[in-house]
């Protein structure tokens, strides 16, 4: 014979429980080892990199990327380009000179960023340029031209 429903089970149609101990569960997570040992293990709180915001465009003959990187010097800067991706690395450095106490707003980032772009298209990295101005990088990529023939001559020994 059916059981008549709550009120509340209609309004959510939940299923009411007798017993809810068998529907308990352990709230603390652990971790088994091979042997079956119990261990909790801590969470070691790592300083991630900052990430880079981007534009990334073509024109009819590269891929140009941006990004702003004020506050960046050149030697901090690291651009390492591949046929098929473009990363950029970085430290901005903070004016210590300022005390924790004597800020009213602290928007800014400051430490280590890096950034990883799988590009669109193949680019030659012999011939990719970066430069910066005002804040302003452009790296700018030369495409690949697939459809470039060129005639091999066959010498004779």
């Known amino acids: 014979m059916l059981k008549k429903k709550s009120f509340f089970e209609k309004l959510t149609g939940g299923i009411k429980f007798d ?50 990187i004020a506050g960046v ?4 800067l690291s651009i390492m380009i591949t046929r098929d991706t473009l990363t950029i690395k970085g430290k901005r450095d903070e004016n210590r000179s300022i005390k924790e106490g004597d800020y009213y707003v602290r928007e800014l980032y400051w430490g280590s960023f890096s950034r990883t772009i799988s590009l669109p298209e193949e680019v030659d990295p012999e011939e990719a340029e970066a430069i910066e101005k005002h804040g302003l990088l452009v790296i700018k990529l030369p495409k690949i031209n697939k459809h470039k023939q060129t005639n091999l001559k066959v010498k004779s020994i």
């Not at 070691?44 to 024109?59: K, N, P, S």
């Not at 010097?73 to 901090?76: A, K």
């Open 19 to 68: 017993d809810e101990s068998e529907f308990l569960v352990d709230e603390e997570p652990k971790l088994m080892k091979k042997n079956h040992e119990v261990e909790f293990k801590e969470e070691v709180e790592e300083e991630q990199d900052g990430e880079l915001t981007i534009d990334l465009y073509q024109t009819n003959g590269e891929i140009v990327v941006q990004s702003m």
């Open 73 to 76: 010097l050149p030697e901090n």
